[in-house]
């Protein structure tokens, strides 16, 4: 991820520090979030470095570096959803330079939509609009002391322009997706006959307004008629764009 002396490494979960030393290597200022306060008494015995700050804390709760360039995360598998909204909103407040973490491997899969129909879903098409998410490698269980019950997989999440998408686009692509997603059997035309209100909020839509862009998508010949009328692991990211885009002016 090219670290210098300029980079400020965010490292959740550093364990024994054994990453944490070859971060230093490379001249970059490092901050180490730990819950464990064993580890902390460790890490402060074991490494001395006036470029390494450490944090004894929930990642979750504490305050995050806003000059972070890059963040490598070790995390339990059971809050990788909610570290991965609060690298989001730091990418859209302070624009990172990459993201490494080590995930369980289906949920790495779901992260970098490996098989397109069987992966798609919200987290991976949410991710999509500011990151390039690649699989590095998988790691056995066998690599682990004590061995996890699953595998894992390190994936590597490179900042991206997505072009010409507005704010408004952003978050209404990613609440049609999560809205659709919950009904995936469905085909996308019979999930937007349920109103969905957190959609409608986004486009300060009423009820009957919604109706009206409803009858407008269904009766359109063209792209947006035939989006509708898919489930949605069968649209790409730039189709949720494309519908959110049409709703956004059919409104």
């Not at 909610?82 to 730091?90: G, V």
């Not at 008629?225 to 692991?233: A, N």
Request: proline share 7%; glycine share 6%; with cysteine.
């Amino acid at each position: 991820m090219g670290l210098n002396q300029e980079s400020h490494v965010l490292e959740i979960g550093p364990g024994p520090g054994t990453l944490t030393r070859s971060l230093l290597k490379t001249g970059a200022r490092v901050t180490s979030i730990e819950i464990s306060a064993d580890a902390c008494d460790f890490l402060r015995e074991e490494i001395k470095s006036d470029k390494f700050s450490l944090v004894q804390s929930d990642a979750l709760k504490s305050p995050w570096p806003e000059e972070t360039t890059h963040i490598i995360a070790n995390i339990p598998y059971g809050i990788s959803s909610p570290i991965l909204r609060r690298i989001q909103d730091l990418h859209q407040s302070s624009a990172l330079m990459g993201v490494c973490l080590l995930v369980q491997r289906e949920f790495g899969n779901r992260m970098t939509m490996k098989i397109p129909s069987k992966d798609r879903g919200p987290l991976g098409i949410s991710l999509w609009f500011d990151f390039d998410c690649q699989k590095v490698q998988d790691v056995p269980r066998s690599y682990f002391r004590p061995q996890p019950d699953v595998e894992s997989s390190i994936i590597t999440m490179m900042p991206v322009n997505r072009g010409p998408i507005t704010p408004s686009e952003r978050s209404l692509g990613i609440a049609l997706s999560s809205w659709c997603f919950a009904r995936r059997r469905r085909k996308i035309r019979t999930s937007l006959r349920y109103r969905p209100r957190s959609v409608m909020r986004l486009i300060k839509a009423s009820t009957a307004e919604w109706d009206r862009i409803l009858i407008n998508l269904e009766t359109n010949d063209n792209d947006l008629g035939r989006i509708i009328q898919m489930r949605p692991e069968d649209l790409s990211p730039p189709q949720w764009i494309e519908l959110a885009k049409g709703i956004s002016s059919t409104k």
